[in-house]
Each structure stands twice: as structure tokens, then as C-alpha cells.
């Protein structure tokens, strides 16, 4: 069984540039969630979809980032026009329910802006 | 605001030793609360979740404590080993996404 798998496991953009990180959930889990940990702080919640909804964005930026979780295919998580501040591991984790049950996460990916 | 502090930031041990890492969070609504390894450049791997109802839960030379009153987690691990050397971080669970803790960095000396 293949766990959550995310990719690139690296992303290297300029300033100005689009990122595009995609995550595949666990077989039968159709919850994901997003977090971004920056440099030397721990994990932090950015999003949390189910298949085609989103459900809590409350961790997102409000400018510059999307997600989305369609019927078909992965995760995507998108940023437009990145600045060097973007630069962060984004780890996926996800869930075959909501509420107690343990988040499986991936490897992650690491975005660097030059 | 929901917060999850952890102490010490980075601890260095000869091998063999008993420690303990520490977590704190403000919270006390939790779910569970769990406790993560993190090597470098790596993911996070689970190594036990404690409900909200328990007290404590066990995996080998692991031990994790839970007192919800005062918003604290312990984790134990028993004869340190250098494969043991990892980031650990502690994550309260609210029922729909973790607040992480920043984590002790453990290195364990041979």
C-alpha cells in the first residue's frame, strides 16, 4: 500500500514564477490537508479539502495561493507569482475520515525561490 | 489562540541515556494529541497518539504521558540510541487540522 505520496520532492522557481505541488492521498482517504513548515518552525495548517470541496482554508494566505482536491487526480497546491518568503517545506497528509483519526503524512515537498 | 510550545529546543545525550522532551499546549479541547519523528529532509512518521480519555501510551522504548488539565505531554525514551538522533514534534489535534509544536532536535551521541 502506497502511503501519501507528494511531488517534486524539490522545486526550485524564481521570483515571480508559479509553483504547482501535487499530493496523492492514501488509497480510500479522501481527506487532505495542507501544511507548510518555514525554516527552523514547526508544521502550520493551511488548508484542509475533501474531494472537489474545500472545507477550512483558514491557514492560507489570502493572496497568491490556491488548492484544490478535484473528483479525479491529486491535490494540487498552487502559487502564483512567488516571492522568496514562499521558500518552506509544504508536507500533505491525509485521512480516510475527519475526527480522530490519525493523519498520515508525506514526504514533502521543498520549495525554493531563488 | 491555540499554541504548542516545546522544551528543550535541541538536546545532546551519550548514548544509553533515559530523556524526556517536553510539550506544552494552551488548548486543553484537544482530540489527542500525538508525537512525531522528523528526519532531515524527510517527512513525519507517527510514533503514538494519546486520545484525550487516555493517560498514556507505549511502543517499545517509547513512553508518551498525557495531563489535559495542565497542558502538558511528556515523551519518554528509554536507553537512548544514535538512530534515535531526529527531530521530534508534538501535534494537538482539534478535530480537523494539528497545531504543531516547533519540536526538539535530538542528537545522540555514540
Known amino acids: 500500500n502506497a502511503g501519501v505520496m507528494q511531488n517534486p520532492r524539490h522545486l526550485v522557481r524564481r521570483r515571480g514564477q508559479e509553483a504547482r505541488l501535487r499530493c496523492s492521498p492514501m488509497?480510500?482517504?479522501?481527506?487532505v490537508y495542507w501544511y507548510r513548515q518555514l525554516p527552523e518552525e514547526g508544521l502550520k495548517f493551511m488548508v484542509y479539502l475533501q474531494k472537489e470541496n474545500i472545507i477550512d482554508e483558514s491557514g492560507m494566505p489570502k493572496e497568491r495561493f490556491s488548492a484544490e482536491f478535484p473528483k479525479e487526480g491529486p491535490s494540487i497546491l498552487r502559487i502564483q507569482q512567488v516571492v522568496r518568503g514562499d521558500s518552506a517545506a509544504y508536507f500533505c497528509a491525509s485521512s480516510p475520515q475527519k475526527n480522530n483519526q490519525p493523519q498520515h503524512f508525506g514526504d514533502g515537498t521543498r520549495l525554493s525561490i531563488l | 489562540k491555540q499554541e504548542v510550545t516545546q522544551i528543550p529546543a535541541a538536546l545532546s545525550v551519550p548514548e544509553g541515556e533515559n530523556l524526556v522532551l517536553n510539550c506544552s499546549f494552551t488548548?486543553?479541547?484537544?482530540?489527542?494529541l500525538q508525537w512525531f519523528r522528523q528526519d532531515p529532509g524527510k517527512g513525519l512518521t507517527s510514533l503514538l497518539l494519546?486520545?484525550?480519555?487516555?493517560r498514556e501510551q507505549t511502543s517499545g522504548r517509547l513512553n508518551a504521558s498525557l495531563d489535559k488539565s495542565s497542558g502538558r505531554s511528556t515523551l519518554y525514551i528509554a536507553a537512548s540510541q544514535p538512530g534515535d538522533s531526529a527531530t521530534y514534534l508534538c501535534?494537538?489535534?482539534?478535530?480537523?487540522?494539528?497545531?504543531f509544536g516547533p519540536g526538539t532536535r535530538l542528537s545522540v551521541l555514540p
Open positions: 488509497k480510500g482517504h479522501s481527506h
Open positions: 488548548d486543553s479541547a484537544i482530540y489527542n
Open positions: 494519546i486520545q484525550s480519555s487516555q
Open positions: 501535534a494537538a489535534y482539534y478535530g480537523q487540522n494539528f497545531v
